[in-house]
C-alpha cells in the first residue's frame, strides 16, 4: 500500500470552532509530516515527526496542535483558527531516500 | 526563504513539444527532487536524482543536475495535455532535517 490517506477532504470551521484533521499511512515509514499550502505557493513545512516524537516546529502558532498516535497516524488539532489559516492542509510520509508521499490534503476554510 | 527557486514560473506550451524547468538552489545537498502538483490535489513525487549522479531517466522525464552550478533540470518529452500541472523541485539540505521546496513552475500543455 503506497497510499497516504487525508480526512476529511473538505472542513468549514468558524474561527471559535475544535477540529481535526487526520492523516494515516501503512508504508512503515518512520517519518511524517503537516505542510500548509496556500494558492499558488509552494507546501510550507509546519511539523516533522520522527519515530512519534516531534523533531521540528517550523514555529507554527499554539493553536495548531500536531499529535502521533502511532507510527502510521498523525493528527492536526484545529482550535480558535483564524480566517488567514484557510489553505490546502498536507500531510505526507518519508521514503527510505527522503521523499515524501502525500496525500490528497484538506482544504480548509475558516469563516 | 525557500532554497530552490525554479525558472521559468509560468510555462505554456503546445502538445507534442517538450518542456525544460530548471531550479537553482543554494547550499549542498543530500538529493533533489521534483514533484507534480494537479490543482488544489496533493503532491506526486516524479523522481529524485542524489548529489553524486548527474543524469537520470524516468519514461518520459529526463533531469538532470550541476552541483558545481547548484541547478538542476526537468525535461518532459512529448508532453501531453495531461502533464498540465505545477511541477516543484524540493532539495534534501545537507545540513537540515527537511526538504524545502521551491516556488514551482506552472506548465500549461495546449491540446
Known amino acids: 500500500d503506497t497510499e497516504v490517506t487525508q480526512t476529511p477532504k473538505h472542513l468549514v470551521m468558524g474561527m471559535t470552532n475544535k477540529k481535526s484533521l487526520k492523516c494515516e499511512q501503512h508504508?512503515?515509514?518512520?517519518?511524517m509530516y503537516w505542510y500548509k499550502q496556500k494558492a499558488k505557493k509552494p507546501p510550507e513545512l509546519m511539523f516533522v515527526?520522527?519515530?512519534?516524537?516531534?523533531?521540528i516546529n517550523e514555529s507554527v502558532p499554539s493553536r495548531f496542535s500536531p499529535e502521533c498516535p502511532n507510527s502510521s497516524l498523525l493528527n492536526l488539532h484545529l482550535h480558535a483558527l483564524q480566517p488567514e489559516d484557510s489553505a490546502l492542509y498536507l500531510c505526507a510520509s518519508e521514503g527510505s531516500q527522503s521523499e515524501q508521499y502525500f496525500g490528497p490534503g484538506t482544504r480548509l476554510t475558516v469563516t | 526563504s525557500q532554497q530552490g527557486e525554479e525558472d521559468p514560473q509560468a510555462l505554456s506550451i503546445q502538445e507534442g513539444e517538450n518542456a525544460t524547468m530548471n531550479c537553482s538552489y543554494k547550499?549542498?545537498?543530500?538529493?533533489l527532487q521534483w514533484y507534480r502538483q494537479n490543482s488544489g490535489r496533493g503532491l506526486v513525487h516524479l523522481i529524485l536524482?542524489?548529489?553524486?549522479?548527474r543524469e537520470k531517466h524516468s519514461g518520459r522525464l529526463r533531469v538532470t543536475l550541476d552541483t558545481s552550478k547548484k541547478s538542476s533540470s526537468l525535461l518532459i518529452t512529448a508532453s501531453r495535455a495531461a502533464d498540465t500541472a505545477s511541477y516543484f523541485c524540493a532539495t534534501d539540505l545537507v545540513a537540515y532535517q527537511k526538504v524545502t521546496f521551491g516556488i514551482g513552475t506552472k506548465l500549461q500543455v495546449i491540446p
Open positions: 547550499t549542498s545537498i543530500n538529493n
Open positions: 536524482i542524489r548529489s553524486n549522479e
Open positions: 515527526y520522527s519515530y512519534e516524537k516531534l523533531s
Open positions: 508504508m512503515g515509514h518512520r517519518a
